[in-house]
């Protein structure tokens, strides 16, 4: 894997060739002022918020004493840088696509960080929303901070300009998505993308599902993309039509799902998993799912979670939470 082929993948450079199979979208460049907030390792300020968290009147009048807040001239607050120009801008974008988005960045989605969000879930409704996924997520450092990891050319890394992209959000069913692996131009390999979990109506229609991605790659992908080794991600609707996700490397950046690598490179054992009665054609793909619920598997992102109470106090969803942590930073002052 090269450089350039990461590169290739990033959204704003296929999305243009194949803005009429995937999901509508909105790109706008990410300002250098709001990449240095992102990558900024202090508290987690969120830009944006709206509304403040809201604290339950005390029962008695001494736990009001307890709750007084400090006035003292040489406590620090803690402020969000505010982004006027870009706000509007992304709020603009936002609002074309229907007023709810999916983010990511050049390539990759904070999907390590949903658990964070008020909803739990990478739907979108205003920057702050983005904020905080972006703030909470390791595969968005990731894009800042090593986009080229696991590259084998020595050539000096390529300027980034980096970009925040806005995908109309649509609730895509997890069994209905599936990751698809190309070498030379060929189709090798296709995997249930949610591998953690089973679903009878893959095991089911596995043959049709194959069959219908082998007919999408052929007419809109094969020999249209800028390389000829990458991964693709594709979503069947419950008509059978298959829609065009992403792109990815192909190379171990990437999630190889229920293959590994040195399969994949290798094309050893890559046959199709098709008994001869099914008129499947001499090449056709490996088709991997999940055959059994023994088989299910925790989430792979569990362990990017962090403990209910650093959600709570990273949000002021639980005030009282927030009101302990900060006497315990007290008596912890009074003792030192």
Not at 190 to 210: G, L, P, V
Not at 222 to 242: A, N, P, T
Request: glycine fraction near 4%; hydrophobic fraction near 35%; proline fraction near 6%.
């Amino acid at each position: 894997m090269k450089k350039e082929h990461v590169l290739h993948c990033q959204f704003s450079a296929w999305y243009p060739l194949f803005r009429s199979l995937t999901i509508k979208s909105v790109i706008l460049p990410l300002p250098q002022n709001v990449k240095d907030y992102l990558l900024d390792d202090g508290t987690l300020v969120v830009s944006g918020r709206e509304d403040p968290p809201t604290c339950s009147q005390p029962d008695s009048d001494d736990e009001a004493e307890e709750i007084q807040w400090s006035d003292d001239e040489n406590t620090a607050t803690l402020t969000a840088p505010e982004f006027p120009e870009f706000t509007t801008k992304v709020q603009e974008a936002i609002n074309s696509l229907g007023g709810s988005v999916f983010p990511k960045l050049n390539w990759s989605a904070p999907r390590d960080a949903y658990w964070i969000a008020m909803n739990s879930s990478l739907k979108c409704k205003t920057l702050s929303d983005i904020f905080l996924l972006f703030k909470s997520s390791d595969f968005i450092t990731r894009d800042f901070t090593q986009p080229f990891i696991h590259c084998t050319d020595d050539s000096p890394d390529p300027c980034m300009e980096y970009e925040l992209v806005l995908r109309k959000w649509c609730e895509l069913i997890p069994g209905a998505e599936f990751r698809c692996f190309v070498k030379e131009n060929k189709l090798i390999g296709i995997s249930q993308r949610d591998y953690t979990q089973y679903y009878d109506h893959i095991s089911k229609q596995k043959e049709e599902i194959c069959r219908g991605i082998q007919e999408f790659f052929k007419k809109h992908i094969q020999y249209k993309f800028l390389d000829e080794d990458f991964v693709f991600d594709i979503y069947r609707d419950s008509r059978g039509k298959v829609w065009l996700i992403d792109f990815n490397p192909f190379g171990e950046v990437t999630d190889s799902l229920l293959f590994t690598w040195e399969e994949l490179i290798s094309e050893k054992n890559l046959k199709g998993d098709f008994s001869e009665g099914d008129a499947q054609e001499q090449d056709s793909p490996a088709f991997r799912c999940t055959n059994s619920e023994v088989t299910v598997q925790p989430s792979p992102y569990l362990s990017y979670r962090l403990p209910k109470d650093f959600v709570d106090l990273s949000t002021g969803e639980d005030a009282h939470k927030l009101i302990d942590f900060l006497k315990l930073k007290r008596n912890q002052q009074e003792d030192d």
